[in-house]
């Protein structure tokens, strides 16, 4: 664990079985911390309106900023770690009323609509009981989770033994511009071996795995404000045409538009 974390508690709203409570909320500033590997039997939905939590689970990573949001099924083992300050928002939803929503995590561009209700719930006090209006209001948050879609904002990664340091290299060298030549060879193997690991065990070659790792960090830089020019620069591009090319190309919108409909 990096020494600079502190462990974040678990809270116990994820694991409360009550069909009564059926979607329950809470927000709090979180700094520098670790949540260590958990599951809890309710569903959950992770936001932040400010800073970026890493989001581990199985072997992907999820980087979540005030663009997106996380959806994490009941039962999943996760592990969140919070960078900085994180303006955390978060609800679980009772097993009860998890039927037709998600059954696998995912990150998700999360609208202004599902925001409002995000903090809706949030600001309710349900410790003793949830009125009818309070419920209608849950209804029509679980009804808007049923239409959230996928985003190919997250990252594959591998417990392979000889992957996972090729994993790591790229990981702590986002703008490196080495080929795949060059990590097979530090590797001792083919470029051709190694290529076939990326296709198996992360489910994308070389080149498309180290562009969705650029895209990762591109979110979580501009969830941060930092400017196209700057990002560009930093992951490796010679200029930011061709940075907002490569942006647009697999996620739809510019990187300006992109943080424009996250203010909707």
């Known amino acids: 664990m990096n020494s600079e974390y502190q462990t974040y508690r678990l809270v116990d709203f994820g694991f409360q079985i009550n069909s009564d409570f059926p979607v329950i909320g809470y927000s709090e500033m979180v700094t520098n911390s670790i949540c260590i590997s ?7 939905l992770l936001y932040a309106t400010t800073g970026v939590m890493n989001v581990v689970v199985n072997n992907q990573i999820w980087v979540v900023n005030p663009l997106q949001g996380l959806w994490i099924p009941g039962g999943v083992e996760h592990q969140v770690s919070f960078q900085k300050n994180v303006k955390l928002y978060s609800v679980f939803i009772d097993p009860s009323f998890t039927d037709g929503l998600p059954k696998t995590t995912f990150s998700f561009d999360i609208s202004s609509f599902l925001k409002q209700l995000l903090f809706k719930i949030i600001s309710f006090n349900t410790v003793d009981t949830v009125s009818i209006s309070e419920k209608r209001i849950m209804m029509v948050f679980l009804d808007e989770v049923t239409l959230i879609q996928p985003s ?15 994993v790591q290299l790229l990981l702590n060298d986002v703008a490196s511009k080495q080929t795949i030549e060059y990590y097979a060879e530090i590797s001792c193997m083919s470029s051709r071996n190694l290529s076939r690991l990326f296709i198996k065990e992360l489910g994308m ?14 979110i979580k830089r501009l969830g941060e404000q930092q400017s196209v020019k700057e990002i560009a620069f930093d992951l490796g591009y010679e200029s930011s045409s061709s940075f907002i090319y490569m942006f647009k190309k697999y ?11 996250s203010k909707d």
């Open 38 to 44: 958990h599951s809890h039997p309710r569903a959950q």
């Open 152 to 166: 190919i904002t997250f990252l594959p990664t591998t417990n392979h033994v000889r992957l996972k340091n090729v």
């Open 205 to 218: 070659n070389f080149s498309d795995w180290r562009i969705r790792l650029k895209l990762l960090e591109a």
């Open 251 to 261: 996620l739809g919108k510019t990187p300006s538009n992109y943080i424009l409909k």
